[in-house]
């Protein structure tokens, strides 16, 4: 998830579009789609799969992708392409002095939320449904 952030950056930067802050809606994207595969496969590898052990590696994945990108911006935009930085300080005024960490905080925390939100979307889709006819005939119902 991290490398694939990585290269959708990349991408947008060399066709021009990396100061379009609107486009960090895709960083979103791709994370839910990585996180999306990582719960597949942990729901795979598990006998049992329980919902707790889905959403925390969910998040994790999340929270790591989160990390290796937040450290490839900080290289990029204050050691390789300071022109970049500087268009992104002039769309921030409200930040005031020390705009570079409040641009780095950014990143890591959009993308720790993702990382939090996407488990929560995700995960209903391999949640075992308890309204099925074997689940109701045990239970017996109270009209039978």
């Known amino acids: 998830m991290g490398l694939a952030l990585i290269v959708y950056f990349l991408i947008i930067n060399t066709l021009g579009f990396a100061a379009q802050s609107y486009l960090s809606f895709f960083n979103a994207v791709i994370v839910g789609i990585g996180i999306f ?9 598990k006998e049992e799969f329980k919902y707790f052990e889905g959403f925390v590696s969910g998040i994790k994945s999340g929270f790591v992708a989160t990390l290796i990108f937040t450290v490839f ?25 020390g705009i570079e960490f409040a641009l780095l905080l950014f990143i890591l925390l959009s993308g ?27 239970q017996k119902p109270l009209n039978q």
Do not use: C
């Open 37 to 45: 595969f990582v719960i597949r496969d942990t729901h795979k590898n």
């Open 73 to 97: 911006m900080a290289i990029y935009l204050f050691e390789i392409d300071l022109e970049l930085a500087q268009e992104l300080k002039k769309q921030i005024t409200t930040a005031g002095e």
């Open 112 to 138: 720790f939320a993702t990382s939090i939100v996407m488990p929560f979307l995700i995960l209903p889709i391999y949640q075992k449904s308890w309204n099925t006819k074997k689940t109701r005939r045990q």
